[in-house]
């Protein structure tokens, strides 16, 4: 088995090292990433950084070429080690001078450098040592072991899935909503219990009041200042005044920000409900709180800047409330 992971080595390798490759040479990601990652603090210039990503997609699809087309040739394998140490000494850098950068790996994703960007840079340094002890081409090992090479064929893309830069948008996000389509909604019975105790409030209103109200009451969710105390910023839309930006575009917007990042982990489900106050768009998810016994049942609910979308800004203005779901009292959730 080891011999024949050794052997796939130059193909596994290579599904690596193309698309992330392709995404910096050819992605339109690759100029509007660049000022974020740690590279252009360390070049000094957006522009230089954006050029180097360039080049090196290029290096890493003539890598992927070149192992899938040559792979007993030990010359790719040690230039994917190479490229492997170098980005692990990046990666370094980044984590010391620039914690809270994007590492620039894929040039499709802006997250903050986490140890998954470590792991595959690993990956992509015993890999490429891997490929250059190749004894055999992978075709041939795979037309002798067919079922052993895609076992571990699917396990290799299972694994580089789960170091993905993004898992939470890739596969967690998909997972939670297949989960609630399943099981059903996590607050079903909350949610039901609530809007029985509202209508039973609004009967007990109804019959001691002396005059029937001419004023709808309305729900307001107050956007929370940040932890420092300062006061929300502005949004650019005029209160009131209505958005062109569909909701699906501010959920994708909301998502690739660090304001999601910080509380992902508490939400569970897909998008519940959504609504524009005074320039802003509030959009609530259900979530849990804590874990074991000590778990409730939360609301998540993000205050997005209405008029903003991936075309018009890099990082949204976000502000986020985490309420408990049968109380209404805040509940404060760390990342």
Do not use: N
């Amino acid at each position: 088995m080891s011999a024949l992971a050794r052997d796939l080595a130059p193909l596994v390798l290579a599904g690596v090292l193309g698309p992330a490759g392709a995404g910096k040479l050819f992605g339109r990601g690759t100029a509007r990433q660049a000022p974020r990652t740690a590279l252009a603090r360390l070049l000094r210039d957006d522009g230089r950084a954006a050029l180097f990503l360039r080049v090196l997609g290029a290096v890493e699809l003539l890598l992927a070429a070149a192992l899938l087309a040559w792979p007993t040739t030990p010359l790719p394998g040690a230039g994917a080690a190479l490229l492997g140490v170098g980005f692990l000494g990046y990666l370094g850098y980044a984590r010391t001078a620039a914690p809270g950068s994007s590492c620039g790996c894929t040039a499709r994703q802006e997250a903050p450098l986490t140890w998954r960007a470590f792991a595959r840079a690993a990956a992509v340094l015993a890999g490429g040592a891997a490929a250059a002890l190749a004894r055999q081409p992978w075709w041939t090992a795979a037309a002798r072991h067919p079922a052993a090479a895609a076992c571990l064929v699917l396990a290799a893309a299972v694994a580089l899935t789960a170091l993905s830069a993004d898992p939470e948008r890739r596969w967690r996000m998909p997972l939670r909503r297949l989960r609630l389509r399943i099981a059903g909604h996590p607050l079903a019975a909350t949610a039901t219990a609530t809007a029985t105790a509202t209508a039973t409030a609004a009967a007990t209103a109804a019959a001691t009041a002396v005059a029937p109200a001419t004023t709808p009451a309305t729900t307001q969710v107050a956007v929370p200042p940040d932890a420092a105390g300062a006061p929300p910023p502005v949004p650019l839309t005029a209160a009131g005044a209505r958005t062109a930006v569909p909701v699906a575009a501010t959920v994708e917007l909301l998502e690739r920000s660090r304001a999601w990042q910080s509380v992902s982990r508490v939400v569970r489900s897909a998008l519940m409900d959504h609504w524009d106050d005074g320039g802003w768009r509030i959009l609530q998810f259900a979530g849990v709180y804590g874990g074991g016994t000590a778990a409730r049942p939360v609301l998540v609910l993000f205050a997005v800047d209405a008029a903003a979308s991936l075309d018009t800004v890099r990082e949204p203005a976000v502000r986020v409330s985490v309420i408990d779901a049968d109380s209404g009292a805040p509940v404060m959730a760390t990342a």
